[in-house]
Nanobody, 123 residues
Framework: VQLQASGGGLVQPGGSLRLSCAAS????????VAWFRQAPGKEREFVAT????????YYANSAKGRFTISRDNAKNTVYLQMNSLKPEDTAVYYC?????????????????WGQGTLVTVSS
């Protein structure tokens, strides 16, 4: 499985962005997926994850109520809709997938990673 993230950019506080993560490989539709982010000088942190069917979804507290993770298995694509963005959301955002078939927030559990897309929230 190869992942390609896109959709980052510069946005003003309070604005919105939608990140996309396109995957190759038929097995992708069977894998739980997630978004992580890494701000300058900080460790990578969990943002959101969902199971292959989308039945179970879990968000970091910082993302609850503002971000929405979704997937379109027919298109092999995962999305992260981000609303009400804040300067502290500035980071490189990474999509990830795991073959472990569990819902996890640990980066070490994810074996497949996209290259990252930069989101900058600034006026």
């Amino acid at each position: 499985v190869q992942l390609q993230a896109s959709g980052g950019g510069l946005v003003q506080p309070g604005g919105s962005l939608r990140l996309s993560c396109a995957a190759s490989g038929r097995t992708f539709i069977n894998y739980p997926v997630a978004w992580f982010r890494q701000a300058p000088g900080k460790e990578r942190e969990f943002v959101a994850t969902m199971t292959r069917s989308g039945t179970n979804i879990y968000y970091a507290n910082s993302a609850k109520g503002r971000f929405t993770i979704s997937r379109d298995n027919a298109k092999n694509t995962v999305y992260l809709q981000m609303n009400s963005l804040k300067p502290e959301d500035t980071a490189v955002y990474y999509c990830a997938a795991t073959s472990k078939m569990l819902l996890t927030t640990r980066a070490d559990d994810y074996g497949y990673w996209g290259q990252g897309t930069l989101v900058t929230v600034s006026s």
